[in-house]
Each structure stands twice: as C-alpha cells, then as structure tokens.
C-alpha cells in the first residue's frame, strides 16, 4: 500500500467532510459563544475522540457491516435522528421559556458541566450517521488491497488530528470578545436558529432513514 498518497488522499477528503457545517460544529460553535472557551475546547477533544472511533471502525472494515446489514444503517440513522431532534426543541423551548437557551452563559455553571458535555458531544458525534458515511467513503476511496495495522493507526491519527485542529479553532475564535459581544445582542435569535438547525438535522437524518 502506498502509504504518503493514501494519507494524501485522507487529509484533503477528512479536511472537506469535518468543516462541513454539521451538528458536532454547531456544537462547539455554541459552547464556544456561551463564553466558555475550557468547555469548548472539552467538547472538541471528545468531538476527536469520537471521530477516532469512527476511523478505526472504517479502517478495521467493520463498517462494512452497515453496508451489508442497511436495517443497521436505518436503525442508527433513527437513533441519531431523534436525539437531534430533542436537542433541537428543548433547545428552542429552553430559549423560549427562560430567555436564553439551557447552553447560555448565565446558566452554564449549573446546567452544563464537564460531565454534561462529555456526554452531550461523544454522543452527538456517535449518533451523527453522517460522519460513518463520511468515513465509508473515504476508506472505499483510498484502501487498496489489504489493510495493516500501521495504515490504521495513520488514517486514525490523521483524521483525529485534523478534527481536533479544526474543533479547537472553533473554540478559540468563538469565545473571543469580540464574537460573544456580538452574540450577546441577537442571543435569543441564535439561539432559536442553532436549536432550529438540530431540528432540522435530525428531521433530515429521519427522513432519509
């Protein structure tokens, strides 16, 4: 296997796929603008790990299952549907109900802690179907012929790093003073928008399913 164009090829796709605008970015984007940058930076090192169990998923071709089995597909495509779909409402109707969303700064010590995170990120990135798609594309892309375990600890290094790198800019130019001054004057309007994009995304996941 050639190794230097397979890892080519896995950091121009990975690149592409962890800067599509998806849940895990919305995410951090919002713990970020809350005004946290510790949790924000939290949510991208659990966001990297996730990913990580991805990788060495699609690279030890145990995806492959998902292909073989499409009900399995169906039914994580299900599960991660309607957990964005209730992220997204209670969200919306968190905002609603208190002026500002359950991620709010004035809040936060109480209803988002380092616990609360872990768990919120590693199982929106788990439970986010397109990030296995992403994964399976790209390993049908660059695995030709048999598959080592050097190739899989790159392929996982590369594409931790790259979210971990891309996650951990999120965090930084989000919480900085400037764009949390800016999103303290149209935080209820974010906040329905962000709560609006869950739905949304879980809505889409569902129907595709």
């Known amino acids: 296997m050639d190794y230097v164009n397979a890892a080519v090829q896995i950091t121009l796709i990975w690149t592409i ?3 599509t605008p998806g849940a895990n970015v919305i995410l951090t984007m919002n713990t970020a ?9 939290s949510a991208a090192f659990v ?3 996730a ?5 060495l998923l699609g690279a030890t071709g145990l995806l492959v299952i998902l292909k073989a089995f499409p009900w399995l597909q169906t039914s994580l495509k299900v599960l991660g549907g309607c957990y964005l779909l209730w992220l997204g409402i209670s969200k919306i109707i968190s905002t609603r109900k208190n002026g500002h969303s ?3 700064s004035s809040n936060q010590p109480q209803s988002l802690n380092s616990r609360k995170l872990f768990t919120l990120s590693f199982v929106t990135s788990l439970l986010n179907p397109k990030t296995g798609l992403f994964v399976i594309s790209l390993f049908s892309v660059v695995i030709k012929g048999t598959v080592t375990w050097p190739f899989v600890f790159m392929a996982m290094s590369i ?3 790259i979210t971990l790198l891309w996650h951990l800019f999120l965090s930084f130019a989000f919480s900085r003073a400037r764009a949390q ?3 303290q004057k149209v935080s209820n309007i974010f906040d329905y928008f962000t709560g609006g994009l869950f739905t949304l995304f879980g809505a889409k996941m569902l129907a595709s399913g």
């Not at 603008?33 to 930076?41: P, S």
């Not at 990913?51 to 990788?55: E, M």
């Open 181 to 183: 001054k800016a999103y």
């Open 159 to 161: 594409m931790g790093v």
């Open 51 to 55: 990913v990580l169990l991805w990788s």
């Open 47 to 49: 966001v990297s790990a």
């Open 102 to 104: 359950t991620f709010s």
């Open 33 to 41: 603008l809350t005004g946290n940058r510790r949790l924000a930076r």
């Open 17 to 19: 796929a962890v800067m």
